[in-house]
């Protein structure tokens, strides 16, 4: 499956974006969990959120809990990322992965995932 991340962009800290990732194959994309990770200049990927297939279950990385919400459209193939109160420290290249495992449950590790978008650049400027 193939994955584009778009939405990214410049925005003042306290500012909101949303971030929209759409999956190619509707056939498989509302069995995959699907998460969003982000990676900064020097820093290794990391786990931002992941919603399982129903969207039912969530889960969050703790400096984005509060502030971050993911949800999906099955009917759209699309996944969101919603970041409001943005911080300087959210930038990053944010990239949404689908896991093609089958599972049921959401994971929150980078090896997990089988399918990558490209990423989406967010800029924080304080």
């Known amino acids: 499956v193939q994955l584009q991340a778009y939405g990214g962009g410049l925005v003042q800290a306290g500012g909101s974006l949303r971030l929209s990732c759409v999956a190619s194959s509707k056939r498989t994309f509302d069995s995959y969990p699907m998460g969003w990770f982000r990676q900064a200049p020097g820093k290794e990927r990391e786990f931002v959120a992941a919603v399982s297939w129903s969207g039912r279950t969530t889960e969050y990385a703790d400096t984005v809990k509060g502030r971050f919400t993911i949800s999906r459209d099955n009917a759209k193939n699309t996944v969101y990322l919603e970041m409001n109160s943005l911080k300087p420290e959210d930038t990053a290249v944010y990239y949404c992965?689908?896991?093609?495992?089958?599972?049921?449950?959401?994971?929150?590790?980078?090896?997990?995932?089988?399918?990558w978008g490209q990423g989406t650049q967010v800029t924080v400027s304080s």
């Open positions: 992965a689908a896991d093609g495992s089958g599972r049921t449950i959401v994971v929150v590790r980078l090896e997990e995932y089988d399918y």
